[in-house]
Protein backbone atom coordinates (compact mmCIF):
# COMPACT_ATOMS: atom_id res chain seq x y z
CA UNK A 1 0.00 0.00 0.00
CA UNK A 2 1.42 3.20 -1.12
CA UNK A 3 1.77 5.82 1.93
CA UNK A 4 0.43 9.30 1.47
CA UNK A 5 2.06 12.22 1.94
CA UNK A 6 0.24 14.75 4.13
CA UNK A 7 -0.35 16.85 1.27
CA UNK A 8 -2.01 13.92 -0.79
CA UNK A 9 -4.41 13.02 2.78
CA UNK A 10 -5.08 16.82 2.68
CA UNK A 11 -6.35 16.28 -0.51
CA UNK A 12 -8.14 13.07 -0.11
CA UNK A 13 -9.88 14.37 2.86
CA UNK A 14 -11.04 17.64 0.66
CA UNK A 15 -12.31 16.20 -2.23
CA UNK A 16 -14.45 14.11 0.36
CA UNK A 17 -16.09 17.29 1.88
CA UNK A 18 -16.19 19.23 -1.63
CA UNK A 19 -18.37 16.01 -3.07
CA UNK A 20 -20.17 15.93 0.58
CA UNK A 21 -21.16 19.79 0.91
CA UNK A 22 -19.69 21.14 -2.40
CA UNK A 23 -16.37 23.40 -3.46
CA UNK A 24 -18.25 26.60 -1.66
CA UNK A 25 -19.42 25.36 1.44
CA UNK A 26 -16.23 23.73 2.74
CA UNK A 27 -13.88 25.46 4.56
CA UNK A 28 -10.05 25.57 5.76
CA UNK A 29 -10.88 24.94 9.73
CA UNK A 30 -13.65 22.24 8.13
CA UNK A 31 -10.98 20.11 6.50
CA UNK A 32 -8.13 20.65 9.72
CA UNK A 33 -11.36 19.64 11.39
CA UNK A 34 -11.93 16.51 9.76
CA UNK A 35 -8.26 15.72 9.88
CA UNK A 36 -8.05 16.06 13.51
CA UNK A 37 -5.84 19.10 13.09
CA UNK A 38 -5.65 22.69 13.27
CA UNK A 39 -6.54 24.68 10.05
CA UNK A 40 -3.00 26.30 10.58
CA UNK A 41 -0.98 23.68 10.52
CA UNK A 42 -3.12 22.70 6.90
CA UNK A 43 -0.62 25.52 5.55
CA UNK A 44 2.38 23.95 5.96
CA UNK A 45 1.68 21.55 3.40
CA UNK A 46 -0.44 23.67 0.50
CA UNK A 47 -1.31 27.30 -0.06
CA UNK A 48 -5.07 27.37 0.27
CA UNK A 49 -8.58 25.62 -1.02
CA UNK A 50 -7.54 26.43 -4.61
CA UNK A 51 -4.66 24.74 -4.49
CA UNK A 52 -6.32 21.62 -3.31
CA UNK A 53 -9.49 21.67 -6.02
CA UNK A 54 -6.55 22.68 -8.91
CA UNK A 55 -4.29 19.40 -7.70
CA UNK A 56 -7.51 17.51 -8.10
CA UNK A 57 -9.07 18.73 -10.90
CA UNK A 58 -5.77 18.90 -12.97
CA UNK A 59 -4.98 15.38 -11.95
CA UNK A 60 -8.66 13.33 -13.29
CA UNK A 61 -7.81 15.61 -16.41
CA UNK A 62 -4.71 14.23 -17.13
CA UNK A 63 -5.80 10.67 -16.34
CA UNK A 64 -8.69 11.29 -18.67
CA UNK A 65 -5.82 12.63 -21.23
CA UNK A 66 -3.62 9.94 -21.05
CA UNK A 67 -6.30 7.83 -21.33
CA UNK A 68 -7.26 8.91 -24.25
CA UNK A 69 -4.11 9.41 -25.41
CA UNK A 70 -3.45 5.53 -24.88
CA UNK A 71 -6.94 4.40 -27.16
CA UNK A 72 -5.46 7.14 -29.79
CA UNK A 73 -2.26 5.22 -29.93
CA UNK A 74 -3.74 1.65 -30.66
CA UNK A 75 -4.41 0.18 -33.38
CA UNK A 76 -7.87 -0.74 -32.94
CA UNK A 77 -11.42 -0.06 -34.82
CA UNK A 78 -13.23 3.37 -34.26
CA UNK A 79 -15.99 0.97 -32.40
CA UNK A 80 -13.27 -0.63 -30.22
CA UNK A 81 -11.81 2.43 -29.62
CA UNK A 82 -15.21 4.12 -28.30
CA UNK A 83 -15.37 1.01 -25.86
CA UNK A 84 -12.28 1.76 -24.26
CA UNK A 85 -13.40 5.49 -23.70
CA UNK A 86 -16.46 4.51 -22.04
CA UNK A 87 -14.36 1.62 -19.92
CA UNK A 88 -11.70 4.76 -19.18
CA UNK A 89 -14.72 6.91 -18.01
CA UNK A 90 -15.99 3.97 -15.62
CA UNK A 91 -12.66 2.97 -14.41
CA UNK A 92 -12.25 6.89 -13.52
CA UNK A 93 -15.58 6.99 -11.73
CA UNK A 94 -14.78 3.91 -9.58
CA UNK A 95 -11.66 5.13 -8.67
CA UNK A 96 -11.69 8.73 -8.74
CA UNK A 97 -15.52 9.47 -7.71
CA UNK A 98 -14.45 12.56 -5.17
CA UNK A 99 -12.00 14.14 -8.31
CA UNK A 100 -14.67 13.46 -11.08
CA UNK A 101 -17.46 15.35 -8.24
CA UNK A 102 -14.95 18.27 -8.18
CA UNK A 103 -13.89 18.51 -11.54
CA UNK A 104 -17.47 18.60 -13.18
CA UNK A 105 -19.06 20.50 -10.21
CA UNK A 106 -16.32 22.94 -9.45
CA UNK A 107 -13.35 23.27 -12.11
CA UNK A 108 -14.14 27.13 -12.42
CA UNK A 109 -13.39 28.06 -9.22
CA UNK A 110 -9.49 27.27 -10.03
CA UNK A 111 -7.28 30.08 -11.05
CA UNK A 112 -7.79 31.86 -14.40
CA UNK A 113 -4.97 30.46 -15.90
CA UNK A 114 -6.17 26.86 -14.64
CA UNK A 115 -9.52 27.01 -15.82
CA UNK A 116 -8.13 27.46 -19.30
CA UNK A 117 -5.56 24.66 -19.37
CA UNK A 118 -8.65 22.52 -18.05
CA UNK A 119 -11.00 23.99 -20.94
CA UNK A 120 -8.44 23.30 -23.74
CA UNK A 121 -7.95 19.85 -22.48
CA UNK A 122 -11.72 18.90 -22.31
CA UNK A 123 -12.13 20.68 -25.67
CA UNK A 124 -9.21 18.66 -27.29
CA UNK A 125 -10.32 15.45 -25.30
CA UNK A 126 -13.85 15.70 -26.85
CA UNK A 127 -12.30 16.46 -30.22
CA UNK A 128 -10.76 13.16 -30.54
CA UNK A 129 -13.61 11.71 -28.95
CA UNK A 130 -15.88 13.39 -31.80
CA UNK A 131 -13.33 12.05 -34.60
CA UNK A 132 -13.11 8.68 -33.31
CA UNK A 133 -17.03 8.84 -34.03
CA UNK A 134 -16.82 10.16 -37.34
CA UNK A 135 -14.01 7.47 -37.94
CA UNK A 136 -16.72 5.41 -37.14
CA UNK A 137 -19.39 6.87 -39.15
CA UNK A 138 -17.21 6.40 -42.32
CA UNK A 139 -16.16 2.71 -41.95
CA UNK A 140 -19.99 1.90 -41.23
CA UNK A 141 -18.96 0.67 -37.81
CA UNK A 142 -21.41 2.95 -36.58
CA UNK A 143 -25.25 3.91 -38.00
CA UNK A 144 -25.42 7.51 -40.01
CA UNK A 145 -26.67 9.24 -37.04
CA UNK A 146 -24.63 13.54 -36.28
CA UNK A 147 -22.15 12.97 -34.32
CA UNK A 148 -22.59 15.88 -31.96
CA UNK A 149 -25.67 13.99 -31.35
CA UNK A 150 -23.75 10.42 -30.64
CA UNK A 151 -21.32 12.69 -28.00
CA UNK A 152 -24.04 14.14 -26.56
CA UNK A 153 -25.38 11.04 -25.54
CA UNK A 154 -22.27 9.13 -24.52
CA UNK A 155 -20.97 12.24 -22.60
CA UNK A 156 -23.59 13.13 -20.48
CA UNK A 157 -24.10 9.81 -19.50
CA UNK A 158 -20.67 9.05 -18.35
CA UNK A 159 -20.14 12.42 -16.74
CA UNK A 160 -23.04 12.07 -14.07
CA UNK A 161 -22.13 8.16 -14.08
CA UNK A 162 -19.86 8.91 -10.54
CA UNK A 163 -24.08 10.46 -8.82
CA UNK A 164 -26.02 6.72 -10.36
CA UNK A 165 -22.81 4.45 -9.34
CA UNK A 166 -22.80 5.88 -5.43
CA UNK A 167 -26.35 5.75 -5.70
CA UNK A 168 -26.85 2.13 -6.65
CA UNK A 169 -24.68 0.51 -3.98
CA UNK A 170 -21.68 0.09 -6.32
CA UNK A 171 -22.56 -2.43 -9.12
CA UNK A 172 -20.06 -4.79 -10.21
CA UNK A 173 -17.53 -2.76 -12.70
CA UNK A 174 -17.32 -5.71 -15.36
CA UNK A 175 -21.00 -5.98 -15.51
CA UNK A 176 -21.10 -2.09 -15.33
CA UNK A 177 -18.53 -2.04 -18.27
CA UNK A 178 -20.29 -4.93 -20.66
CA UNK A 179 -23.95 -3.14 -20.02
CA UNK A 180 -23.08 0.41 -20.87
CA UNK A 181 -21.30 -0.68 -23.08
CA UNK A 182 -23.57 -2.44 -25.01
CA UNK A 183 -26.17 0.09 -24.09
CA UNK A 184 -24.20 2.69 -26.07
CA UNK A 185 -23.28 0.60 -28.95
CA UNK A 186 -26.07 -1.91 -29.47
CA UNK A 187 -29.10 0.29 -28.15
CA UNK A 188 -31.85 -1.22 -26.25
CA UNK A 189 -33.91 -2.74 -28.87
CA UNK A 190 -34.20 -6.37 -29.41
CA UNK A 191 -32.75 -7.17 -33.02
CA UNK A 192 -35.70 -9.70 -34.98
Same mark, same amino acid.
Given at each position: ?113 ? @? ?32 ? @? ?43
Amino acid at each position: MKIQTRKEEIIVVASRLFKEKGYNAVSMRDIAQAMGIKAASLYNHITGKQEILSTLILEVAHEFTSGMRAVLDKESSPLQKIQEIIELHIDITVNASEGLAALNNDWMHMETSQ @VEAFVQMREDYEENFRKIIKEGIDADEIQPRHPE @VILFSILSTLRTLYLWYQKRGKLDVNVLKKDLVSVFLDGIVTKN
